[in-house]
T-cell receptor, first 116, second 117 residues
Framework: DTEVTQTPKHLVMGMTNKKSLKCEQH?????MYWYKQKAKKPPELMFV???????INESVPSRFSPECPNSSLLNLHLHALQPEDSALYLC???????????????FGAGTRLSVL | AQKITQTQPGMFVQEKEAVTLDCTYD???????LFWYKQPSSGEMIFLIY??????QNATEGRYSLNFQKARKSANLVISASQLGDSAMYFC??????????????FGTGTRLKVLA
C-alpha cells in the first residue's frame, strides 16, 4: 500500500478564515513533506518533517503553520491567507532510510485551495 | 547546486507508438536518485520509475523504462505503446541530500504529453 491521504480535496476560504489541511500515511515513512503547486509549474517545497521534527522550512510565510502530531499525520494550518496563496497543496512521504535506499516519495491527491 | 532540466514543454505522440521524454541533471554528489512522476489533470503526482546512481542497469516498470546515461547526466523516460490515458504532465525529479538523514527532492519544469488517437 503506497497511499497518502489528503483532506479536504477542495477548500475555499476567505482571507480572515482559519483552516487546516490534513495528510495521513500508514507506510511507516519517517519523512513527510508539504509542497505548493501553481498551475503548469513544478511543485515547490514548503516544509519537511523528519522523524516528527521540522527539518526544512523553505522561508514560508508565517501564515502557513505546519504540525506533525505523530509519525503518520501531517497538518498545515492556514491563517490570513492571500489570494496568491491559491494553489494545489500536495503532501508526500518517504522512508528516509539511508542514502543508498530508494527513498521513493509518494504523494497524496492534493488539496485545491482557493482564497477569496 | 543540483539542477534538473526538462527541455520539452510539450510533446505529441500517436497512440500505440513509443515516446521519449528528456531529462538532464547536474550534481556533484556521487550518490543520488532520479525519479519520474506523472501528473494527470486531477492533480495527483503518481510515481512511475526510479533510477539510483549506482544502479548498473536501466530501470524498467511495465511500459516505462529509464534510459540512464550517467556520463551524459541524462535520465530520459521512454513510454512504449502509448495509451490515451498517458496524456498528462510528466516531471523528472532528483533526490538531494540536505543534511544527514534529510532529503529534498528537486523537480524539473515538466513535459506535457498528449497522446493522439
Amino acid at each position: 500500500d503506497t497511499e497518502v491521504t489528503q483532506t479536504p480535496k477542495h477548500l475555499v476560504m476567505g482571507m480572515t478564515n482559519k483552516k487546516s489541511l490534513k495528510c495521513e500515511q500508514h507506510m511507516g515513512h519517517r519523512a513527510m513533506y508539504w509542497y505548493k503547486q501553481k498551475a503548469k509549474k513544478p511543485p515547490e517545497l514548503m516544509f519537511v518533517y523528519s522523524y516528527e521534527k521540522l527539518s526544512i522550512n523553505e522561508s514560508v510565510p508565517s501564515r502557513f503553520s505546519p504540525e506533525c502530531p505523530n509519525s503518520s499525520l501531517l497538518n498545515l494550518h492556514l491563517h490570513a491567507l492571500q489570494p496568491e496563496d491559491s494553489a494545489l497543496y500536495l503532501c508526500a512521504s518517504s522512508q528516509d532510510s539511508g542514502a543508498v535506499a530508494k527513498n521513493i516519495q509518494y504523494f497524496g491527491a492534493g488539496t485545491r485551495l482557493s482564497v477569496l | 547546486a543540483q539542477k534538473i532540466t526538462q527541455t520539452q514543454p510539450g510533446m505529441f505522440v500517436q497512440e500505440k507508438e513509443a515516446v521519449t521524454l528528456d531529462c538532464t541533471y547536474d550534481t556533484s554528489d556521487p550518490s543520488y536518485g532520479l525519479f519520474w512522476y506523472k501528473q494527470p489533470s486531477s492533480g495527483e503526482m503518481i510515481f512511475l520509475i526510479y533510477q539510483g546512481s549506482y544502479d548498473q542497469q536501466n530501470a524498467t516498470e511495465g511500459r516505462y523504462s529509464l534510459n540512464f546515461q550517467k556520463a551524459r547526466k541524462s535520465a530520459n523516460l521512454v513510454i512504449s505503446a502509448s495509451q490515451l490515458g498517458d496524456s498528462a504532465m510528466y516531471f523528472c525529479a532528483m533526490r538531494e541530500d540536505y543534511t544527514s538523514g534529510t532529503y529534498k527532492y528537486i523537480f524539473g519544469t515538466g513535459t506535457r504529453l498528449k497522446v493522439l488517437a
